[in-house]
């Protein structure tokens, strides 16, 4: 089992910065791939970043490339995703996630633990 635990989301203008936190226990943690995925209201979850076990494989989809980077600290059990230049389509539930497996996946069914998620709202 594994738990996840994100934190940092909130309120912030279009422009502006928010770092997402993502703590994890109860598994390996520095030997996993960690995912971050959104979901809008009433849209499907999607993928956002991932980072490989070793943190220097990362990959990003188009719409963020540029403006978010993931990143993770194994001594804190710990992965983040820093995200800049903030736009109003940013607005959703941001959730982190958990793959026993390489680093890659952009599925939300190819990771295997969630977290609760957190708000993102960006204001225009």
């Known amino acids: 089992q594994v738990q996840l635990v994100e934190s940092g989301g909130g309120l912030v203008q279009a422009g502006g910065s928010l770092r997402l936190s993502c703590a994890a226990s109860?598994?390996?943690?520095?030997?996993?791939?960690m995912g971050w995925f959104l979901q809008a209201p009433g849209k499907e979850r999607e993928f956002v970043a991932t980072?490989?076990?070793?943190?220097?494989?990362?990959y990003y989809a188009d719409s963020v490339k540029g403006r978010f980077t993931i990143s993770r600290d194994n001594a804190k059990n710990t992965v983040y995703l820093q995200m800049n230049s903030l736009k109003p389509e940013d607005t959703a539930v941001y959730y982190c996630?958990?793959?026993?497996?390489?680093?890659?996946?952009?599925?939300?069914?190819?990771?295997?633990?969630w977290g609760q998620g957190t708000q993102v709202t960006v204001s225009s």
């Open positions: 996630a958990f793959r026993a497996g390489r680093v890659g996946a952009r599925t939300p069914t190819e990771y295997d633990y």
């Open positions: 109860g598994r390996t943690f520095s030997s996993y791939a």
């Open positions: 980072i490989g076990a070793s943190t220097t494989s990362t």
